[in-house]
């Protein structure tokens, strides 16, 4: 598992593609956060990081099936997983490896978005600074949030071996797991009951929970089912198509 962990390390960044996957995430947080006056944390009037925690999502639809979207795709397309599949490894460690690159350049891509943090906090008025926990539950949002998108985009990855397809299908599932059910109740016929549970199943409303600085077990224990699901989904696709190969 980590010869594979770090062949995929090495590979991201082996190519400029990774390089500008990351530049870009931070380039599109810091127009938006800083420059647009539309959404500038500068025009909020106080100082918080509410705009970074609803902004980042959105950009993360774009960014981690972006990094994931050659992790299995691109064995398949070269011939390389029929020789994975020879090797002592479990089908296991073949996709734990691909997932913990996956969101170690997840990682990465957040680490420098503490500058924000230090930068609010040298704004912020004296004896007003931001609130800690509720930032700090925030980060461990996105990175749940970051976890399940990487989980999905492997899956998706792993039913084909074309990389844009792997990506589109990819940015498709996160933006209906994280967008979908939470639109989904506002239908109407659902009012008045089954719309709550709608909103439930959807990643937004545990997002938003962890957001508020509130770490509740339930919410951590839905970021680590769904993501244990998609993995697994992944362990399936791969057998199914070497079996099939």
Known sequence: MYAIFKKDIHQFFSSITGYAAIILFLLANGLFLFVFPDTSLLDAGYANLDGLFELAPMIFLLLIPAITMRSLADEFRSG??????TKPLTWWQIVWGK??????????AL??????????????????????GSILGSYIGLLLLGGVFTATG?????LTGNAVVAFLIA????FILYNGFDALSRVPVFSGGADYYLKMAGIRYHYDSISR????????????SLTGLMLYLTKISLERKIWQG
Request: hydrophobic fraction near 55%.
């Open 99 to 108: 997932y913990w690159a996956c969101l170690l350049i997840v990682l990465i």
């Open 171 to 174: 940015i498709f599932t996160c």
């Open 213 to 224: 600085g509130v770490v509740d077990s339930r919410d951590i224990i839905y970021f680590f």
């Open 154 to 158: 492997i899956w998706s990855s792993s």
């Open 111 to 132: 680490i420098p978005t503490v500058v924000y943090y230090i930068a609010m906090s040298q704004l912020a008025a004296t004896n007003n600074g931001l609130d800690g």
């Open 80 to 85: 390389t997983m029929e020789l994975l599949s």
